[in-house]
């Protein structure tokens, strides 16, 4: 009765809370067209692409607003944004404070006061209390209806939906009678009370095509499916996981159990984990272990060598050990597996209910500038680089980065070359087929999209890509010939693994780009391949070139694209867009077309076990 009567006299009654749900609405509404116009007239630098910019912070608001709902405020909190159809694209994590701060988020308590104040409504704890939560709810609609209106540009915005906060009728009171106690409720039983996280995960693609469905070939209309290695990648985790829980199902999984799978996340060696055919058919806790019994061998093994040098016993090099320095995974594969994990379960938790869980307990700020992992190689930059045996004369097939007489036209001369004059993604060079290349009204061209070998990233990704001058006079037309003479499909065979598994652009990354880059000084851990595509896109930007051409170069979406972006009128843009690209080949001078010798075309054939 207490309760009631400060309801009436503190509280806010069912009318009250509608008007300020319905203002708060177009505030809402005001608030994030303004800010997805800002993103366009000055993009933030944690994302260059706008869409991922926008869905960051979309994202962000709608968590926040609903720790405020629940909680009654909001704590801060990092959030995280990973791509997983692109391994060489920096995990951007910013915490909730600094984002909230870029785009002018009026906190709920302010609001809740404004919209009072805007009623005519004295202050009081408990009204201040009750239109907060209203704030926040009005903002998680809102975002929600945002969403909806980026999928649908041509749908207008509905009538503000009040009905949830009408005023409840009144009725006379009436003596309450004894209230017998409710019966205990039954627990929830069925599937999803049984099943393991692996088999979510497969439940997961059937329910959504956008995945590949149960098989992988299902999508969703007008959207790729994701990729064998993006599905994999997200099977990971649910195996450690369920390697970590024992028999039990995922519907009894606790924050205890996520604290054990980081602590074994952090006892792993990330270069070799999983590298073997053995290890994969070990549990991640045969592993930790293995790797706890090396580290404690060569540790004997380091003090022996330590004492063998001071005695002057032993004049070899010393042998390299594992150190604990050495263990823990690295922040992009941490920050992944945990980002998959956490999707899984919250799609769970629809159906089941779940313990609490806090995975930003486990995301790890990658400390790297996130600026000099995008940079850009300058001209002087690309002039080294082409200056390295693999286009001046190496000594053999076999020794590309020692000086010689050997000039070959493959993967290690091609893949930097067209790198540097298309701007291309890794995978989509390397997993090029001799007909992606061809000549169209006198116009050599780059077809950009899905073929036998690999499927391109994103539906924006498909286009076409004028050859740049600099390609055409070095060869690259005859490379083509030559290879379709010699009954190839592939444009670089040599990349493609006989086993079929894995990715051409990870093969040329392991076998060629990491030697490449231990001559490059320059070359920063992060920077490697992509780097190339930011020194093409930031030519662009000098040039002046058009925000929608620059976006058909880099095969990245944009809002109210219409059909025929590649009509005969467009590619001489896009010609205009390649020609900004700075050459730095001058020096290079064309040779004979000169293929690898059939032997080392073959697909290469899998390691044998020792």
Known sequence: MNMMSKMARDGLTGAQRAEIYRRQILVERDRLEAMHASLHILPPDDHEDIGKALTLRLGASEMAAQDGAMQGKVEDFLVARIDPDN???PIVIVAWSDLAASIEHEGAED?????LAEIGLEQSALREAMARKVVNEARIVAIREFRELLANPGA???PVPIAEYEPAPQYP????????PAPAQPAVAGPWATMTPTEAVEEFFAQNPRTGGADGTESRSGEKPWTAKTREQFRL???FLQEVMGSRPLAQVTQKDLVELNRCFQKLHGPTFRKSKRQREMTIQEIVAEYADKLAKDKVAANRDAERKSSKTDAG????????DDLGLNAITTNRHWGFLRQLTDWFRDYHPLAKLDYGAFIVKDGRNQRSLRSAYTTAQGEELFNLPPWTGAKSHLKRMEPGDLLVHDAWYWVPLIAWYSGMRRDEICGMEVGDVVEEHGVWLFLIRDNETRRIKTISSERKLPVADELIRLGLPAYVAALRDAGETLLFPELAAESGKGTMGDAYYKRIWTKIAKA???VSGGQGIHAFRHTAINSLKGAKISEAVAADFAGHALEGETQGRYSKDHIPLLKEAVDAIPVVTKPLKPFDTTLLPDRLRRPRAARKAA
């Open 317 to 324: 090099e010393a042998a390299q050990y594992l150190t604990k």
């Open 237 to 239: 985790p649910a195996q």
């Open 156 to 158: 207008a915005y509905a």
């Open 87 to 89: 391994d060489d694209e």
């Open 111 to 115: 609001a809740a006061v404004a919209r």
């Open 520 to 522: 490059l000084p320059f």
């Open 173 to 180: 009171a009436v003596p309450m009678a004894p209230v017998a």
